[in-house]
């Protein structure tokens, strides 16, 4: 029996990368984005607000990171109660808006992204358009 577990993580350049592409991403679009990056254990890697991004866009945005990195599945996928259930169980921790998506490399989950500052829409065409230009995975 081992005591102890490896584990796998996306790297402060790539995280900042990432960050980067979508601050430039949601800016193509007009959206002041606010963009967080966390690594599987929910731990912050990476986090920028455009200037002019609105100021409950950040938690929106570490919340979408954390559920994308913590359930490996793109953020809006929750249905009925459990959209209400999940959110209020982990003490708003996660939520079920658009935005986030986990983030993939070499079929190794190294994180979540998220992405605020826009409708849900918009947030998930910028962490979409995100993962195509830093050659994540995309589910």
């Known amino acids: 029996m081992s005591n102890y577990v490896q584990t796998v ?11 980067a592409t979508a601050i430039a991403e949601g800016a193509k679009r007009g ?3 606010v963009v967080t990056v966390l690594d599987p254990a929910l731990g912050m890697v990476a986090f920028a607000r455009a200037d002019g991004a609105t100021p409950h866009s ?8 954390a ?25 708003t921790m996660l939520t079920n808006i658009r935005g986030g998506v986990p983030l993939t490399f070499d079929g190794k989950h190294v994180g979540g992204l998220g992405v605020a500052g826009g409708t849900p829409d918009q ?8 993962l195509a230009a830093i050659g994540a995975e995309i589910r």
């Open 67 to 91: 559920t994308s990195a913590s359930t490996r599945r793109n953020t809006g996928w929750m249905q009925d109660t459990f959209a209400i259930e999940l959110p209020l169980g982990t003490g």
């Open 9 to 19: 993580s996306i790297t402060l350049e790539a995280a900042q990368n990432a960050v």
């Open 31 to 33: 959206v002041a984005a």
């Open 58 to 65: 950040v938690e929106t945005s570490r919340r979408k990171a």
């Open 123 to 130: 947030d998930a065409e910028i962490a979409e358009a995100t």
